[in-house]
């Protein structure tokens, strides 16, 4: 389990093809620090598991199905990824709670530069929008946002400078996709109430 807190901003060193998997290897300083063989580390919202661990990197096993579902199919040699350790239970709940499960890919509509903010809106697929609520939580490529604008089609989310400073955004382009995963709670609500509902 992750908060969506960012804690760095590391950058792919490598892709390795193997079969209809790959393995990527991941230049990082944070994460890694306290980090066993096994443990989980979010990268750009997908929790994968770290290997190889050094003091500069770490390499992860992605699978087909992550690598159909996710961005992570999409990373080249230098791209910058959003890194977290997975949650312990000293830890403060800083954003809210994010599985690393992605949902579904988003696309990058725009930026608006407000100077010390940005306003960024995101295209979604249909069938996640039910789980969108206005002022409520969706981890965007595993940074916890919160929804400040919201429409049939797209919603918006407000970036203040540490945000951009320390995550990818600022490195994304417009139709650029995006790794999106909704409130779990929500997803819950949604399946206990298909029991109580009359069949």
């Known amino acids: 389990m992750f908060t969506g807190i960012i804690e760095e901003l590391g950058k792919v060193c490598s892709v390795e093809e193997r079969g209809e998997n790959a393995r990527i290897i991941i230049e990082a300083r944070i994460v890694v620090q306290g980090t066993n063989q096994g443990d989980s580390i979010s990268v750009n919202g997908v929790c994968l598991t770290a290997l190889d661990i050094t003091n500069g990197s770490f390499a992860a096993d992605v699978s087909k199905e992550t690598l159909r579902r996710s961005t992570l199919g999409t990373l080249k040699p230098g791209t910058g990824v959003n890194l977290e350790r997975s949650v312990t239970a000293e830890a403060r ?8 499960h992605v ?5 990058l509509l725009g930026v608006e530069d407000h100077g010390e903010s940005w306003t960024v809106r995101f295209g979604y697929p249909a069938d996640i929008g039910r789980y969108l609520v206005f002022k409520g939580s969706i981890a965007v490529e595993g940074i916890s946002l919160t929804i400040a604008g919201l429409t049939d089609e797209y919603f918006e989310v407000a970036i203040i400078p540490k945000t951009w400073e320390v995550t990818n955004l600022s490195q994304l382009k417009v139709g650029d996709a995006v790794n999106l995963e909704v409130d779990v709670i929500g997803k819950y609500v949604e399946r206990l109430l298909e029991f109580r509902l009359p069949r």
């Not at 709940?93 to 690393?100: A, F, R």
């Not at 949902?103 to 696309?107: S, T």
Request: proline share 0%; glycine share 38%; hydrophobic share 25%.
């Open 103 to 107: 949902d579904g890919r988003g696309e």
């Open 93 to 100: 709940l800083g954003g809210h709670i994010v599985q690393g």
